[in-house]
């Protein structure tokens, strides 16, 4: 179902600052150039200024939901649960809450007295222009992304697959890895000491890490009070380990395939049933990174 389908997770604070500008603009010159619902009216009185007020009101109301909302609905907001229907939603509410703002700044600008009808039609028809284009726009973007990164993994799995010799004899010899590693956290006597071929991926859990290895051929975890920096600090040394997303530290020695959806490339590791995301920013140097690490055997 289309509505269920992987979609690229919250953007960062300066590319939600771009998007609301940018949201705020286009409100202020589509006012501009066409003058929609009668506002350049004989006793309503039509400035640019007022053109801009309508536009500073989408570009704060566009901000606010962008900041405030994730921070009242963290689980609805998580990255990896994103997906085309709560795109739909959120930006329908956003075309649905600047138009009572847009609204309210023409009872202000020209003390115009709405009954329930005129209410309901000033808020249908304002929503209505805006989250059709939206809707198109979304599922567009959906298949764009989805079949670009979808293209770009099935490229990478041919060089993991022929580098770790799946498709083709093995050429290149595993890559020395140090024997161990000493993970340590933030509270006394608490370390982790680990094979390096036998750690996964390390994951960050609010004030702590986990760490997922392997103990006696089977996938276990040990959480450390730490952060993510801390840890990626400890294995700068060993490139294999790569921070591949905000969130994630994940052994590229153990990737035994490379999906991809919309959101981006997705790791899989062996003996992991959980995949791992790599943040868009990093597609380039993951597809430079992919296969040049001999993969774990046990």
Not at 50 to 61: E, K
Not at 161 to 171: A, F, M, N
Not at 206 to 221: R, S
């Amino acid at each position: 179902m289309i509505l269920t389908q992987p979609f690229p997770g919250y953007v960062s604070s300066s590319k939600i600052i771009r998007f609301t500008l940018l949201a705020g603009f286009v409100v202020f010159l589509i006012l501009i150039l066409f003058r929609p619902f009668g506002i350049d009216g004989p006793h309503n009185n039509f400035t640019v200024w007022h053109a801009l007020l309508y536009g500073l009101g989408t570009f704060v109301t566009a901000s606010l939901n962008a900041y405030v909302l994730p921070l009242l609905f963290r689980k609805f907001f998580l990255e990896e649960r994103w997906n085309v229907g709560k795109e739909l939603v959120l930006m329908s509410w956003q075309v649905v809450s600047i138009s009572f703002i847009n609204l309210g700044i023409t009872r202000l600008l020209y003390a115009v007295d709405f009954t329930l009808a005129g209410l309901l039609n000033f808020l249908w028809i304002t929503a209505a222009v805006g989250i059709f284009p939206v809707a198109i726009i979304i599922l567009l973007k959906q298949q764009i992304l989805y079949r670009r990164y979808a293209h770009s993994a099935a490229e990478l799995e041919k060089k993991l697959q022929y580098k770790t010799g799946i498709t083709e004899p093995r050429k290149t010899k595993p890559v020395q890895l140090p024997e161990t590693i000493l993970l340590e956290g933030n509270n006394q006597h608490e370390s982790l000491q680990l094979a390096i071929t036998d750690i996964r991926f390390i994951n960050a859990a609010d004030n702590y890490i986990k760490v997922h290895y392997l103990e006696a051929g089977k996938p276990v975890q040990t959480v450390l009070r730490s952060t993510l920096k801390k840890a990626q600090s400890l294995l700068e040394d060993h490139p294999q380990l790569f921070r591949c997303h905000r969130a994630y530290i994940v052994n590229l020695a153990a990737v035994s395939h490379i999906s991809g959806n919309a959101q981006g490339f997705k790791l899989h590791l062996r003996d992991i049933p959980e995949p791992i995301p790599v943040s868009r920013n990093l597609n380039d140097e993951i597809a430079l990174l992919i296969g040049q690490y001999a993969p774990v055997s046990h």
